[in-house]
Structure formats: structure tokens, C-alpha cells
């Protein structure tokens, strides 16, 4: 295949603007499908974790032969990017694939935060931008304003002249149709998405490379196959790579070793295909290579050269991981000691760029920090769903000291509330430290922008929605770092703990019920010092959940009533990491999500007081 023919172009957005949609009709409009190989929505997505959520978690290649109107055939290989600022390591890594962008922009919602960071790296790495103004078909859209946020933004990241001309293209990832013409959009039933090929076709470039050059490739993915092991994924940047082709392989520290390619898979479609050589500027797998890592160079031996690394922004988040040493450890995973967390962690750091693990303070503890509370829940439910059993320590900000003062880092919030509930949103980010820097009023909706530690949005969704009536919508992205900006008022009400180990009863419950709001069920196991519900009051108390009722031989009044009790509150992952307290942990096995405190007895817990309340002092 001519290098002419090819385009690399990955899409990038913010959450929610449509981007795995979008590549569903490129996918079903280009000819190369039957209706039944394309079936349901969101067809990159194949995670499970990805489906239940409604997110993109993973990069994806695919690559679609186009055929324009003249006859000219052309080999688009599309990388379809997260959204979510907690994957921007996703994103970083693998624009390196590619030559062009497709930016798509909500055309109600406009610039959010997460635009501005996708943009940004983007531009950082020399690419060419098409504007993909996305959702026309809403009734509220508003293009030219979208058009205008784009270019105010391109202009505060220092966009060049050649990126700030770009082009246009208005679209309906939904109704399966774009148009470079906003006057003149097509009725519903009408209309195609090949303006949208040809744009590509148009303005992405054709990758400048040289295809005489000695041999470099850089991996940006790894996959593996429990048949050949390990695959690296990446584009040849100089030369061609043929089958069975002897290479170096340089690492990110300069380590060489000399490797033999066994085979080579392009990709075609939604997957792969064996060839015996790719071109210069082409993606491709590579199969064969034993010792291969995110960032290594694939180069000729007798006249090596390193490309640059992939660069990643630092975790921003940390928390501790270590064994499950409660009394049910063992009862429900298969793997429950140091060594399988190790290995896990180890094997999680091969493809996550964005990850960090460092040693605890103990031999079962590991340090892991992230780039959100996202990022590191995801890695905490696919062990928990491949049989791992842990506890998880409360997440904490990574500081820094910069000239001498200690910083922290500051995420851009965007807050999308009715506008009634703008008093309860501005006092609640006023108690957070949040500085609002923008607020806009659409069609009864109001947007506020803040800069907001990111200490500050640990347990702020769950208030955020409680003081909106679930009707708030927040994304952030990291900022920057700067200055400590003071304390923030962590969570308000105690808890109350389990005295002994049983099962919760009915009797139990309904005389605790004016107590608070219980986490548990009549019938759950439970252990002492497992964390059963949220106190009334602002002190921790420890109940009897287990306590049954006695059996007399009295006949009484009340024997016959019903007993209705409140619901219990049943939390996810993230939300249980976002509510414990510095002395509890959230003990994580495949078929719960417990809390619990650091110790399980009271009087070890009152010793634990009493050595902070001395030390402090």
C-alpha cells in the first residue's frame, strides 16, 4: 500500500460528546459490513466494565478501507480515546498514532474541562485538528457559540496559526449524518456521514515519514494472547518492519536486547490480519517479542535509533493496598495473599503508563496512586471480579513542594445544575475551598466553572447530588498545582460498629432503627469491628447487630405487628472509598464491599486515640 493512502486519526472529546457513537456509524456506513456483524450500540466498547458503565475505559484500533466518489481507495486506522480525566493516560499514550484529531464538541454543551486537556495534548504533539461539532439533531443546539468557545480555547492553549484555520464539520453521531453546512442540515431519515470520511481524507495529513530510513517503531499498547503472549502495538515512524525480521529493542531506560519478529497483524476492520511487512506511517501488532514494554523502540541493529518515550502527567491520587486480614479473609477469593497482589500490580503496571506502585510500610502493603478515584476503582473491580480479596486504605492527594512551599494539586471543575439550586452548589464549593472562575445560564440550566483542591472532591458527589435533588452534573480534569488552600470539613457523622460477630436479625435493627441509617440487612454475616451503619450524631458508637430476640412463653399484645424498617444504605466502591475515615478500610472481596475499621477491637481502637490525642499534643 502507497503511504498516501493512509490515515491515522484518533477522536478525542469529553465525556459524553459522543465519540464511540460516532465511530459506530463510520463503522456501519462504510461499506465493508453486514447489518448483522454490527450489532447493538457502542460497538468498541467491548469491556464488560465498559458496558455496565456507559464509558470508554480502553483505547481501540480499528481501521476502515474507504472508497471515495472517484474510485481512490484509503486505509483509515481510527483510535477511538476515553473520555473520563482519569484515563488521560489512555489518551496521552496513544496519540502518538496518529497524524490528525477529530475534536468533538457537544453542541449544547460546548468546551468542558475535559475538551481543554484532550485538546491541549493534541496540539502539544503537532496534530492536526478537525472541529466535530456533535448533536446538531438537539433541539437547543447552539453551533456558532460552540464554534466560538473552540477557538477563544485554541487561542488560550497557543494554538498556530495553521491549527486555529480548522475545519468544520457538523454532525449527528445519532441520526448517523454530518455536513459542513450549518444553514442546511439534513431532515430526519436523510442525509450520510461520508462528508465526514472525506474530511478526513481532506485535511489529516498523510503521514510525513521516510520509508528508506532504518527501521524505528514505537509500541504505545500492548495486548496479549494466552497462544503467543505478549503483543506490542504501535506505528512504524521510519522504515518497514517485515516478518521475521531481526530487531533491537530499546527500552525506556536504554536497555537493548535483540529480538526476532514472528509475526505481524494489520489492522483491518474490527481486527486483525496477518501480513508480511508494513509500511512506513502504518499501525500494526507485532507478535514474537519476549521482552516488550509501552515506550520501546523497535529498531534496525546495525544502525539503531530510541524515539522519544511516551511522556505521561503524574498520579495525582494515591491510596494503600494490602491483604485482607479480617475474619472472613479467604471465604470468597482465590487470590488473597502479598505475592498475588504483587504479581497483579506488577502485571497492571505493563499497560496502565498512568499507574504507580511503590512498597507500603509493611511487606503486605503496596502504595498505588492514579490519576483520580476512577482511575484506581476500575483497577480495584477487575480484580475484585478476577477473584483478588484486599482492603484499600482512604485515598489521599499527592503533595508536592515547589520553591519551598508545599502544593497541592487543583482540578477545573464544571458543575451543570438547575438554576434554583445555584445558593446550595456555590455554599457547598465555598466549603471546599472552590473559586468559581465562569458561570453561564442555558435554558434554565446553569454552568459554574471552579478551581477546586482535589482533596475537595472526595465525597462530593454524593453532597453535590443530596443538594440538587440529583439533578447535578460534574466533570473535572487536573489544573495544576498550586498553594495549600486551607482545611476542608471532612465527613460529618459517625459511624457505628458491629460489638460481635453473627448474623444481623430483624430484632436487632428495628430497636437501633432511631440510632442512624444501617449499612447492612437482616440475614448479612458481620464481624466486630466491621463498620455497620452511619450514626446520628457526630461520635462512633459501638451497637449489637446480631443480638436475637429472647424466647418466653408470654403471650404478648404487639406479637402479631408488622415490622417495617428503613432501607439500608448500599454503597458502591467509589462511594465507600470516598466515605471512610483515616482509621477504616474498605475490604474489597468478589462478593462484597465491606467497611470496616483498621482495628477490629474497641479497646485497641481507644489505645489508637489515645497515642494520637498524645502525640498531637
Known amino acids: 500500500m502507497n503511504r498516501s493512502e493512509i490515515r491515522n486519526v484518533a477522536i478525542i472529546a469529553h465525556v459524553d460528546h459522543g465519540k464511540t457513537t460516532l465511530v459506530d456509524q463510520l463503522l456501519r456506513q462504510s461499506g465493508q459490513y453486514r447489518a448483522s456483524e454490527l450489532q447493538g450500540d457502542c460497538i468498541l466498547d467491548s469491556n464488560p466494565l465498559e458496558r455496565e458503565r456507559g464509558i470508554t475505559i480502553l483505547s481501540k484500533n480499528c481501521a476502515i478501507e474507504y472508497i471515495d466518489r472517484e474510485g481512490n481507495s484509503y486505509h483509515i486506522n481510527i483510535i477511538d480515546t476515553p473520555g473520563h480525566a482519569d484515563f488521560g493516560g489512555e489518551v496521552e499514550r496513544v496519540l502518538k498514532m496518529a497524524d490528525g484529531v477529530l475534536l468533538l464538541v457537544d453542541a449544547v454543551d460546548g468546551t468542558m474541562p475535559q475538551t481543554r486537556y484532550v485538546l491541549g495534548k493534541a496540539l502539544s504533539n503537532g496534530l492536526t485538528p478537525i472541529i466535530v461539532v456533535n448533536k446538531m439533531d438537539r433541539p437547543e443546539a447552539r453551533p456558532e457559540g460552540v464554534i466560538s468557545e473552540v477557538f477563544d480555547l485554541m487561542i488560550d492553549l497557543g494554538a498556530g496559526d495553521e491549527a486555529l484555520e480548522f475545519p468544520i464539520v457538523y454532525a449527528s453521531g445519532k441520526d448517523g449524518w454530518a455536513t459542513m453546512d450549518a444553514q442546511n442540515l439534513p431532515k430526519p431519515g436523510e442525509g450520510d456521514i461520508h462528508p465526514l470520511f472525506e474530511a478526513i481524507i481532506k485535511h489529516v495529513p498523510v503521514p510525513n515519514l521516510d520509508a528508506k530510513a532504518p527501521l524505528a517503531m514505537l509500541i504505545t499498547s500492548l495486548d496479549y494472547s494466552d497462544y503467543v503472549g505478549r503483543i506490542g502495538i504501535g506505528r512504524v515512524f521510519a522504515g518497514e518492519l517485515k516478518s521475521g525480521q531481526t530487531v533491537l529493542t530499546i527500552d525506556r531506560f536504554g536497555t537493548q536486547t535483540r529480538q526476532k519478529v514472528a509475526q505481524i497483524f494489520r489492522f483491518e476492520r474490527l481486527g486483525r490480519v496477518e501480513v508480511d511487512h508494513i509500511d512506513v506511517g502504518d499501525i500494526c501488532a507485532v507478535v514474537g517479542l519476549e521482552k516488550i514494554d509501552i515506550g520501546d523502540t523497535l529498531t534496525d541493529p546495525e544502525n539503531p535509533q530510541t524515539l522519544p518515550a ?308
Open 310 to 617: 511516551v511522556k505521561v502527567d503524574e498520579p495525582t491520587l494515591h491510596m494503600t493496598f494490602r491483604i485482607n486480614n479480617g475474619p472472613f479473609a479467604g471465604q470468597e477469593g482465590k487470590y488473597v495473599t502479598s505475592r498475588h497482589l504483587r504479581d497483579r500490580l506488577a502485571k497492571e503496571l505493563q499497560s496502565n503508563v498512568a499507574l504507580q506502585v511503590k512498597d507500603g510500610e509493611g511487606n503486605d502493603e503496596f502504595d498505588v496512586a492514579g490519576r483520580g478515584l476512577l482511575h484506581l476503582g476500575i483497577l480495584l473491580e477487575n480484580m475484585r471480579r478476577e477473584g483478588y480479596e484486599l482492603t484499600i486504605g482512604k485515598p489521599d492527594v499527592i503533595y508536592k513542594q515547589i520553591n519551598g512551599e508545599k502544593n497541592e494539586p487543583i482540578e477545573r471543575l464544571t458543575v451543570d445544575v438547575p438554576s434554583e439550586s445555584i445558593g446550595s452548589v456555590m455554599q457547598l464549593m465555598g466549603d471546599r475551598r472552590g473559586e468559581m472562575v465562569k458561570m453561564d445560564t442555558r435554558a434554565g440550566r446553569t454552568y459554574l466553572e471552579f478551581t477546586v483542591p482535589a482533596r475537595g472532591l472526595i465525597g462530593l458527589r454524593n453532597r453535590m447530588l443530596n443538594a440538587t435533588q440529583g439533578e447535578a452534573i460534574m466533570h473535572h480534569t487536573f489544573e495544576k498545582y498550586g498553594p495549600l488552600r486551607g482545611s476542608i470539613p471532612g465527613r460529618q457523622n459517625g459511624v457505628m460498629i458491629a460489638m460481635e460477630t453473627g448474623t444481623v436479625t430483624n430484632y436487632a435493627l428495628e430497636n437501633l432503627a432511631d440510632r442512624g441509617v444501617m449499612f447492612v440487612l437482616p440475614g448479612e454475616k458481620v464481624y466486630e469491628g466491621q463498620v455497620v451503619g452511619e450514626h446520628c450524631k457526630d461520635n462512633d458508637i459501638p451497637i449489637n447487630v446480631v443480638k436475637a430476640k429472647r424466647l418466653t412463653n408470654m403471650r404478648m399484645a404487639t406479637k402479631e405487628a408488622t415490622v417495617t424498617l428503613k432501607a439500608a444504605r448500599r454503597m458502591s466502591l467509589e462511594v465507600a472509598l470516598e466515605y471512610i475515615a483515616d482509621d477504616e478500610l474498605v475490604e474489597l472481596t468478589p462478593g462484597s464491599v465491606r467497611l470496616r475499621k483498621r482495628a477490629l477491637k474497641e479497646n485497641d481502637r481507644k489505645r489508637d486515640t489515645r497515642k494520637l490525642a498524645t502525640s498531637e499534643a
